[in-house]
């Protein structure tokens, strides 16, 4: 089985540059997550989908973050314009559920740094 | 609100040594998750175990074991007889029980395992 796949898997940008993640879940997947994880911490969720459609982007940063999963298979985060704190790496995870239980599978990321 | 603690930043051992992560949390709720996470350096993380606040039973996987104590708070990680493939960074992680059954889950800041030949 296909793990989740992403690309590109390191981007250098300078700070007010735009910068755009692509995410490709594992098929059949209808849940998709977005993380942030910033050197030495934990992954912080971003935005959750569920088939096209948002379930929860409260800690998104709606001024400079958007995501969008239009056909509810392949995903893409944008960050226009990226500041020096947006460097972190960009984890896509999508879910399947067994005997009810939501099991997550995580891509290895975006590492993005902001110059 | 949720929180998780690992104190421990960083662990070296030498293989074959035993080696306990420790992960402690804070959370409002009477029913919720408890998980953990492995990062190799490849960068994805792989899952490792999920434990709900009602069962406390001690869990063995081969080389691996969790120890769960509600009263404390605390999911402890355990590998025996470590080896050099067991070095990563590890997350433990909470999350609530919600009636959509999606898991949102809040992390720790993880602890880096060396394992030395």
């Known amino acids: 089985e296909a793990g989740v796949a992403q690309s590109p898997r390191y981007k250098i940008i300078e700070k007010r540059q735009s910068v755009a993640f692509w995410c490709n879940p594992i098929?059949?997947?209808?849940?998709l997550y977005w993380y942030q994880q910033i050197l030495g911490q934990g992954p912080k969720l971003l935005i959750q989908f569920q088939n096209n459609g948002v379930v929860d982007d409260s800690q998104l940063p709606k001024d400079r973050f958007s995501a969008e999963r239009l056909k509810g298979v392949d995903s893409t985060l944008k960050i226009q314009p990226a500041k020096l704190e947006d460097s972190a790496v960009y984890l896509c995870a999508s879910s399947t559920r067994q005997n009810t239980i939501e099991k997550l599978f995580f891509g290895s990321g975006t590492q993005l740094s902001v110059l | 609100a949720q929180k998780v603690t690992q104190a421990q930043t960083e662990i070296s051992v030498v293989e074959k040594e035993d080696v306990t992560l420790d992960c402690v949390y804070e959370t409002r709720d009477t029913t919720y998750y408890l998980f953990w996470y492995k990062q190799p350096p490849s960068g994805e993380l792989v899952f490792l175990i999920r434990r709900n606040s009602f069962d406390e039973q001690n869990e063995i996987s081969g080389r691996y074991s969790w120890n769960f104590q509600k009263s404390t708070s605390s999911f402890n990680f355990t590998i025996t007889a470590s080896q050099v493939v067991d070095s990563a960074v590890y997350f433990c992680a909470l999350s609530e029980a919600e009636n959509t059954g999606f898991q949102k889950l809040v992390f720790g800041t993880g602890t880096r395992l060396l394992v030395s030949p």
């Open positions: 098929s059949g997947h209808a849940t």
